[in-house]
């Protein structure tokens, strides 16, 4: 009799147990204003993923592709990620597991048994199922395949990151810029106010020119202020990016030169090959359709019926029996599963679509991608020559006022004016930025250094 208690405890003891892991909000917060860019943990990942150590630690310099360490590292879009692909992993257990034989204990008493034994009838027995036409080969596939769409989420997911720290920088560098841009527009703004004010004062200018001087520079100010709050706003979001607080970025010194220049505009016909062959977001659409293939696999397997082995020991009134025989077999009579059959077909039918769908958005938004970053690009040159004649004015004007042929207030005008012109170039090199991100989104690839526009070479053309 302890046999078969002893046996249950044995494999009682292999089962897992529940661990609670309950979740404090306020352990949370506390846990997010203490992350910074000077964690051990932090250098330790990057460490990992870069291949060496980081030292010094902490960094005082950061770049783009170090921020964006920083945001997998800390991005709660990622860990959602990662745990789903762990569950979507576990699922290919699930499907490879065998199923469990069946101990059956039946027991019958006979109230007028008159046999030579006791009154009863018992035994154990077993219901041991045997799964037939390749169902748990298909299980498995359709696991594998969806876990590989989970796992290529990831990589889709880590794109995203990576644009919006990009982005992020972007808005940074192009408030950053304008706000130095702006700060020598007020400088100048300034001075024309003193000398027109000094003039005005001496009878040699007019009372409307002393109004336009002035309200020139309070707009200035209003701009330089709207400037201001924007490079507020801008590092907001690259903190709300990488998953920082505002706080922990304030005193890193964020590396931003990558944005003086652009990347080369490639071959539409190797960019549509980046895009179609390495999207994570088209390949994990493909690996949904292999899985809705191989679930249709499995319902049209369905139509075989499984076997069950029903061997077993019979003590019957005295008599001993063995038995050895087919526990059931369903009998496809009135079902075949046509039911589940189409709508497997249906669910194929719908992955299929999705893909294409996907592609054909894909090839649209490249090929729109590659003509406004060409033409973003022709702007920027533009904008450069523009930039470049601007400055020969501002030159000509030093020089001028050198050599004592105009007065200070002509150059100090011309001076006011050129940080406008640079503001435009600016905003040509910020919409180029923006064109050329759109199309390494569109690829999911960066693009390659090479012959291109920069601020530097735009002035001295």
């Not at 302890?2 to 661990?19: E, N």
């Not at 042929?405 to 503001?423: G, H, N």
């Not at 923006?434 to 090479?450: H, K, S």
Request: hydrophobic share 45%; net charge neutral; proline share 6%.
């Amino acid at each position: 009799m302890r046999r078969p208690w002893l046996l249950a405890c044995v494999v009682m003891a292999g089962c897992a147990s529940y661990q609670p892991k309950p979740i404090a909000l306020a352990q949370l917060a506390r846990s997010f204003d203490e992350r910074s860019l000077a964690s051990a943990g932090l250098r330790s990942y990057l460490g990992q993923q870069l291949g060496h150590d980081v030292a010094p630690w902490p960094l005082q310099r950061w770049d783009r592709k170090l921020l964006t360490l920083a945001a997998d590292y800390y991005s709660p879009a990622l860990d959602v990620a990662r745990a789903s692909w762990a569950g979507a992993k576990a699922g290919i257990e699930v499907a490879a597991a065998i199923p469990n034989p069946v101990l059956l204990l039946p027991f019958q008493y006979a109230t007028n048994g008159r046999g030579p034994g006791l009154p009863y009838t018992t035994g154990p027995a077993l219901d041991i199922p045997i799964e037939t036409a390749h169902k748990r080969d298909y299980r498995i596939d359709r696991a594998s395949q969806l876990s590989e769409a989970a796992r290529l989420n990831i990589s889709d997911e880590a794109w995203k990151l990576r644009s919006q720290v990009r982005d992020a920088m972007l808005g940074v560098y192009s408030a950053r810029e304008r706000t130095a841009m702006l700060v020598r527009r007020l400088a100048a703004q300034q001075q024309i106010v003193e000398m027109v004010e000094k003039r005005s004062a001496v009878g040699e200018a007019a009372e409307p020119d002393v109004d336009r001087a002035v309200l020139a520079s309070t707009q200035a100010q209003i701009d330089l202020a709207a400037a201001q709050r924007a490079s507020q706003d801008a590092l907001a979001r690259l903190a709300g990016a990488i998953g920082l607080p505002i706080a922990a970025l304030e005193p890193v010194r964020i590396d931003l030169d990558e944005f003086e220049s652009t990347g080369a505009l490639p071959p539409p016909a190797a960019a549509r090959r980046e895009a179609i062959l390495h999207r994570a977001d088209l390949l994990g659409s493909l690996a949904n359709y292999q899985a809705a293939q191989a679930a249709l696999q499995l319902e049209i397997a369905k139509q075989y019926p499984d076997i069950h082995l029903g061997p077993g020991y019979t003590y019957d009134m005295g008599t001993n029996k063995i038995g050895f025989g087919l526990a059931g077999i369903t009998l496809p009579v009135f079902d075949r599963n046509q039911g589940g059959i189409a709508r497997a077909e249906a669910a194929r039918a719908e992955a299929a679509a999705r893909v294409a769908a996907l592609q054909d958005t894909i090839i649209n938004t490249l090929d729109h991608a590659l003509a406004h970053y060409q033409a973003s690009l022709h702007a920027l040159r533009l904008a450069g020559k523009r930039l470049s004649t601007a400055r020969r004015r501002l030159d000509s004007e030093a020089t001028s006022f050198a050599e004592g042929t105009t007065d200070r207030l002509s150059l100090a005008q011309a001076k006011a004016d050129y940080p406008m012109v640079e503001i435009e170039h600016l905003n040509a090199m910020v919409a180029a930025q923006q064109a050329a991100a759109t199309l390494e989104d569109a690829m999911q690839r960066p693009l390659l250094p090479g012959p291109a526009v920069s601020a530097v070479s735009a002035v001295t053309q």
